[in-house]
């Protein structure tokens, strides 16, 4: 199985901050990577697909880069409601594999 | 409008089983690579099984010989059967919808909470 490893596990940061999180794969995964939001009580949620791409409604503050086996989630401004969980997840194999977590606090 | 709604958790004893279901509207389950994904309290997300378009099905190690899934096309339903159900398996469990070209989870329910317990 592919291991997905997120760092940090938890990050504090103020509004406005540029925020950057980490994932890296076992082995490479091409740019099958996505990222998720998960605020708490609710589903998660896709920002970032195929490691770059912006989904539909995600605002632009959020982007990703990587591939092969380093990837990047970058936050460009923090607001408010993006103090969740963010979590990195490959979709080159089955088993599909998730990344820890990194809590994103208020600092 | 595309919505996944799961149902059938609950207090379960530890060796007991459960079916939960994940009733779907807006698309076509058998359209889609179907998975469930579950999260323990206070844990991170871990993928439980999947069901392919074509009907291979996969599982976790975790619960391999234990659970299975199913979907009904003619209700457009995805099922987890659960048998043998241990302390571990408490968790609320998400059904979710695989892209069609690109395979990232585009659509989740809202969950299910299933705990194992004497």
């Known amino acids: 199985d592919i291991q997905m490893t997120q760092s940090p596990s938890s990050l504090s940061a103020s509004v406005g901050d540029r925020v950057t999180i980490s994932c890296r794969a076992s082995q490479t995964i091409g740019s099958y990577l996505n990222w998720y939001q998960q605020k708490p009580g609710k589903a998660p949620e896709v920002l970032i697909y195929?490691?770059?791409n912006l989904q539909s409604g995600v605002p632009s503050r959020f982007s990703g880069s990587g591939s092969g086996t380093d990837f990047t989630l970058t936050i460009s401004s923090l607001q408010p409601e993006d103090f969740a969980t963010y979590y990195c997840?490959?979709?080159?194999?089955?088993?599909?594999?998730f990344g820890q977590g990194t809590k994103l606090q208020i600092k | 409008e595309v919505q996944v709604v799961e149902s059938g958790g609950g207090l379960m004893q530890p060796g007991g089983s459960l079916r939960l279901s994940c009733a779907a509207s807006?698309?076509?389950?058998?359209?889609?690579?179907m998975s469930w994904v579950r999260q323990a309290p206070g844990k991170g997300l871990e993928w439980v099984s999947v069901i392919y378009s074509g009907g291979s099905t996969y599982y976790a190690d975790s619960v391999k010989g234990r659970f299975t899934i199913s979907r009904d096309n003619s209700k457009n339903t995805l099922y987890l059967q659960m048998n043998s159900l241990r302390a571990e398996d408490t968790a609320v469990y998400y059904c979710a919808r695989e892209e069609q070209q690109l395979n990232y989870f585009d659509y989740w329910g809202q969950g299910t909470l299933v705990t194992v317990s004497s």
């Open positions: 195929a490691a770059f």
């Open positions: 807006g698309f076509t389950v058998s359209s889609h690579y």
């Open positions: 997840q490959q979709n080159y194999l089955t088993p599909r594999t």
